[in-house]
């Protein structure tokens, strides 16, 4: 995972009063914390990012792209004893990263300095939509109200602004799937009339209160309403939710789409979003000393039939909703694209009310009369940290298919372990591969060790891992569990916390409310009212501010 701690060298550290005040200095700064998700969401610095030691080889690439960035690297030393910081270091500086520094005591030593830590995930975005709510005294309606207006019959449209992986988990009866940034350009197809009703609902708050808003701001002529605690209160209210549904509301066309756009002409120039142009582009990239990142905000599918060379995917709602899971540099410049300026500015009027003071949408972004270079297809797959180096040892799924009839194997998922819980390989164990190293010294050397995670890229690292703890056969499932189900191979679930083939916790994330395997309910009512709160602890943390005209 790392260089061996013995050959470490001390990383350069900071106090937390020191960087407390690089927080406010105006100049760009990563803070990454190297836990894993459970700890991380247990308790943390506001701005601090999780990017787990565990993952750090494939998401520092995309997440740090500068290398002389400044970036401080959290651990809960020395409560956790695992020198977590001081191996992540290692790892960058060996990968050409020149300007990092440990935080002293990690989270621990912030909290005795008397300031702010905070739980959760994507915590300011989250404390961002209470803002809104608060401040633009956005409509929300109680689940019983929806109910019985359903049940009366009315005109209503009932949209989830989740992303679809989401909406499929679970839905609400009458819902259709129509993503945060994508309400303003598709919701104009939906409705009958301007007295048609739309209610936006999530999972429970951040993302109904800032679709509900963005209509509005908009100017929607509709009434428009919030979902109070989404699918989450929805339940709480004693309703049955929906499970496996796939309704994503299409793209309009004619006076719809003009409508919608109009809508986002007008954001526009009312939030005075910035629009720039592909030379303007191209001279931000090559500007030294500053981290831009390009971003496409529509839909997955339609990033991969056509994007921009370079950009990433990062679906609009989903930015502003976990803006953290996509930019980890305070300060840097975000440009956003797609092929109808709807997204994008919806999009960009958000994260500058945000704090983000670098943002700009791409005029013509997908434009190709406007572009030198074709659009690339497909997704996106930027090379991890020594990646290229590793040997591949790789099974196809029909090979390790075939292996496990015999029992001649040991497979081992290392991804993350929700996933793992709702379908892995039949036997499959699970180890968070923080801990992978004492989940080995289970095994006997000769032992034949196949690794598995989602994608079959986190896998290879863990098998190098094993490799050089003296594992003399060890391979890896090629595409990991997605290829293992393109091949239409069966799964098993875990549905239990006692099953044996867990060899460590599940504590490399945070699980969601309806992710959890008891006391469902009560964690759904605990998340309701740590969000509502967030707002009073955000109040003595000056340091991250909105601004809601």
């Given at each position: 995972?790392?260089?061996?701690?013995?050959?470490?060298?001390?990383?350069?550290?900071?106090?937390?009063?020191?960087?407390?005040?690089?927080?406010?200095?105006?100049?760009?700064?990563?803070?990454?914390?190297?836990?894993?998700?459970?700890?991380?969401?247990?308790?943390?610095?506001?701005?601090?990012?999780?990017?787990?030691?565990?993952?750090?080889?494939?998401?520092?690439?995309?997440?740090?792209?500068?290398?002389?960035?400044?970036?401080?690297?959290?651990?809960?030393?020395?409560?956790?004893?695992?020198?977590?910081?001081?191996?992540?270091?290692?790892?960058?500086?060996?990968?050409?990263?020149?300007?990092?520094?440990?935080?002293?005591?990690?989270?621990?030593?912030?909290?005795?300095?008397?300031?702010?830590?905070?739980?959760?995930?994507?915590?300011?975005?989250?404390?961002?939509?209470?803002?809104?709510?608060?401040?633009?005294?956005?409509?929300?309606?109680?689940?019983?109200?929806?109910?019985?207006?359903?049940?009366?019959?009315?005109?209503?449209?009932?949209?989830?602004?989740?992303?679809?992986?989401?909406?499929?988990?679970?839905?609400?009866?009458?819902?259709?799937?129509?993503?945060?940034?994508?309400?303003?350009?598709?919701?104009?197809?939906?409705?009958?009339?301007?007295?048609?009703?739309?209610?936006?609902?999530?999972?429970?708050?951040?993302?109904?209160?800032?679709?509900?808003?963005?209509?509005?701001?908009?100017?929607?002529p509709n009434p428009v309403y919030a979902l109070k605690n989404g699918t989450m209160g929805w339940?709480?209210?004693?309703?049955?939710?929906?499970?496996?549904?796939?309704?994503?509301?299409?793209?309009?066309?004619?006076?719809?789409?003009?409508?919608?756009?109009?809508?986002?002409?007008?954001?526009?120039?009312?939030?005075?979003?910035?629009?720039?142009?592909?030379?303007?582009?191209?001279?931000?990239?090559?500007?030294?000393?500053?981290?831009?990142?390009?971003?496409?905000?529509?839909?997955?599918?339609e990033f991969a039939a056509g994007h921009l060379p370079g950009s990433l995917n990062a679906p609009?709602?989903?930015?502003?909703?976990?803006?953290?899971?996509?930019?980890?540099?305070?300060?840097?410049?975000?440009?956003?694209?797609?092929?109808?300026?709807?997204?994008?500015?919806?999009?960009?009027?958000?994260?500058?009310?945000?704090?983000?003071?670098?943002?700009?949408?791409?005029?013509?972004?997908?434009?190709?009369?406007?572009?030198?270079?074709?659009?690339?297809?497909?997704?996106?797959?930027?090379?991890?940290?020594?990646?290229?180096?590793?040997?591949?040892?790789?099974?196809?799924?029909?090979?390790?298919?075939?292996q496990l009839k015999d029992a001649a194997v040991t497979v081992i998922d290392v991804g993350d372990?929700?996933?793992?819980?709702?379908?892995?390989?039949?036997?499959?164990?699970?180890?968070?591969?923080?801990?992978?190293?004492?989940?080995?010294?289970?095994?006997?050397?000769?032992?034949?060790?196949?690794?598995?995670?989602?994608?079959?890229?986190?896998?290879?690292?863990?098998?190098?891992?094993?490799?050089?703890?003296?594992?003399?056969?060890?391979?890896?499932?090629?595409?990991?569990?997605?290829?293992?189900?393109?091949?239409?191979?069966?799964?098993?679930?875990?549905?239990?916390?006692?099953?044996?083939?867990?060899?460590?916790?599940?504590?490399?994330?945070?699980?969601?409310?309806?992710?959890?395997?008891?006391?469902?309910?009560?964690?759904?009512?605990?998340?309701?009212?740590?969000?509502?709160?967030?707002?009073?602890?955000?109040?003595?943390?000056?340091?991250?501010?909105?601004?809601?005209?």
């Amino acid at each position: 995972m790392t260089p061996d701690s013995n050959s470490m060298k001390a990383a350069a550290t900071v106090d937390a009063p020191t960087l407390r005040a690089w927080l406010s200095d105006g100049e760009e700064l990563a803070l990454v914390d190297v836990r894993d998700g459970g700890p991380f969401s247990r308790s943390h610095l506001l701005v601090a990012c999780n990017i787990p030691l565990a993952q750090l080889e494939l998401k520092a690439p995309e997440l740090l792209p500068r290398s002389d960035a400044r970036i401080v690297l959290i651990d809960d030393a020395p409560a956790d004893g695992q020198q977590v910081a001081q191996r992540a270091a290692a790892l960058l500086s060996q990968h050409g990263y020149s300007r990092l520094a440990i935080l002293q005591g990690g989270t621990s030593g912030w909290g005795r300095c008397g300031f702010e830590l905070f739980s959760g995930t994507n915590v300011p975005s989250k404390a961002f939509g209470e803002h809104v709510e608060h401040t633009c005294e956005t409509p929300r309606i109680d689940p019983e109200v929806l109910h019985q207006w359903q049940q009366d019959g009315r005109d209503i449209v009932l949209v989830d602004s989740r992303p679809a992986e989401e909406f499929r988990t679970v839905s609400l009866p009458g819902a259709s799937n129509c993503p945060g940034a994508e309400l303003v350009l598709r919701v104009p197809g939906l409705v009958r009339s301007d007295k048609t009703i739309v209610v936006v609902n999530c999972a429970g708050r951040t993302r109904s209160i800032i679709g509900t808003q963005s209509l509005r701001n908009a100017g929607l002529p509709n009434p428009v309403y919030a979902l109070k605690n989404g699918t989450m209160g929805w339940e709480l209210a004693g309703f049955k939710a929906e499970h496996g549904r796939e309704d994503l509301v299409p793209v309009p066309h004619g006076a719809a789409l003009d409508q919608a756009r109009r809508m986002a002409d007008d954001v526009a120039a009312r939030y005075a979003v910035s629009f720039i142009n592909r030379d303007m582009l191209r001279g931000m990239l090559t500007e030294p000393h500053r981290t831009t990142h390009v971003f496409d905000v529509r839909q997955p599918a339609e990033f991969a039939a056509g994007h921009l060379p370079g950009s990433l995917n990062a679906p609009g709602g989903q930015l502003v909703q976990a803006t953290d899971t996509f930019v980890v540099t305070r300060g840097a410049r975000i440009v956003l694209v797609d092929s109808l300026q709807v997204q994008s500015v919806m999009t960009a009027h958000w994260l500058m009310q945000m704090g983000w003071r670098d943002v700009h949408v791409l005029k013509d972004g997908l434009n190709s009369t406007a572009s030198k270079a074709p659009l690339e297809t497909g997704p996106i797959r930027t090379p991890g940290l020594g990646e290229a180096d590793l040997p591949d040892h790789a099974l196809s799924a029909q090979a390790l298919q075939a292996q496990l009839k015999d029992a001649a194997v040991t497979v081992i998922d290392v991804g993350d372990s929700f996933r793992w819980r709702r379908g892995h390989v039949p036997g499959s164990a699970y180890a968070m591969r923080s801990h992978l190293s004492q989940v080995l010294g289970r095994f006997p050397p000769h032992r034949p060790l196949v690794f598995v995670c989602a994608d079959g890229r986190l896998s290879r690292f863990a098998a190098q891992e094993a490799r050089a703890l003296g594992h003399a056969s060890v391979s890896t499932l090629a595409g990991g569990r997605s290829a293992w189900l393109a091949a239409g191979l069966p799964t098993e679930r875990c549905t239990t916390d006692d099953d044996p083939k867990l060899l460590t916790p599940t504590d490399d994330m945070w699980y969601p409310p309806y992710a959890r395997t008891s006391a469902v309910q009560e964690a759904m009512q605990q998340y309701l009212t740590w969000e509502v709160n967030l707002l009073e602890q955000l109040a003595r943390e000056p340091y991250l501010t909105f601004s809601t005209p």
